[in-house]
């Protein structure tokens, strides 16, 4: 089975808030670029992965990530994550309407390959399914078999959320570079030792963080 990945990217001036304890105003931008750039290569780079449609605004990201083989989607309902969600579903499955589809986190700068393939591999056997992120509050993959609707909803305790909205919870073990997330300073440090990808590593250099 072969997937479409939809990736959000919020405007990267608004992008990694709470890693203002790492970076700073001027950095965080570029940071949370470098991540989606290595989330996107990586994705692409999954045997299981068809094509990825990344929904931005932001000019410099939506340059950037098409260069890498993204294709990407306005966001034109601009009501938030799960409406850009909602939306980027729907022009893939108006094009695909019997693909399998999943909605990915654009901030996982070590994600392998080998690995979202698994993931993918076992979201294969629901109609629709989550993978928790590693705090195990969130979610970082929604998945859907084909004719399934997606019904996001990230944010907040989404793990619950998923959970009570009748998706199956995928419990994988050794698939740590699709739950790690990078939200706070200490999740980028987790990032970090799994791994990152090449434009994170660079990025994350020019910080200074305890215990890189």
């Known amino acids: 089975m072969l997937w479409s990945m ?14 203002a304890d790492t970076a700073g105003d001027g950095l965080r931008p570029g940071l949370a670029l470098a991540f989606a750039q290595d989330t996107v290569a990586a994705a692409l780079a999954c045997p299981a992965v068809r ?15 098409a260069a890498l083989g993204a294709r990407i989607v306005p966001d034109e309902p601009r009501s938030g994550l799960n409406a850009a969600l909602a939306h980027a579903a729907a022009v893939v499955r108006g094009e695909r309407p019997d693909g399998a589809l999943a909605a990915l986190n654009a901030d996982l700068p070590a994600l392998r390959p080998r690995e979202l393939t698994r993931v993918l591999e076992a979201a294969a056997q629901f ?24 019904l996001p909803a990230f944010g907040t305790d989404s793990r619950a959320r998923h959970r009570a909205s009748q998706a199956v919870e995928l419990g994988l073990d050794a698939v740590d570079s699709v739950r790690q997330d990078v939200d706070t300073g200490e999740d980028l440090r987790a990032a970090l030792t799994l791994g990152v990808g090449p434009r994170t590593a660079a990025a994350a250099a020019r910080l200074l963080i305890p215990g890189q």
């Open 127 to 150: 109609p629709r399914s989550f993978l928790p992120d590693a705090a195990a509050i969130g979610t970082t993959l929604l998945a859907v078999a084909r004719g399934r609707e997606l």
């Open 51 to 65: 094509d990825v449609v990344v929904v931005t605004d932001d000019v410099l990201a939506a340059r950037e990530l």
């Open 6 to 19: 939809v990736i959000p990217l919020k405007p990267l001036a608004l992008a990694k808030s709470r890693l």
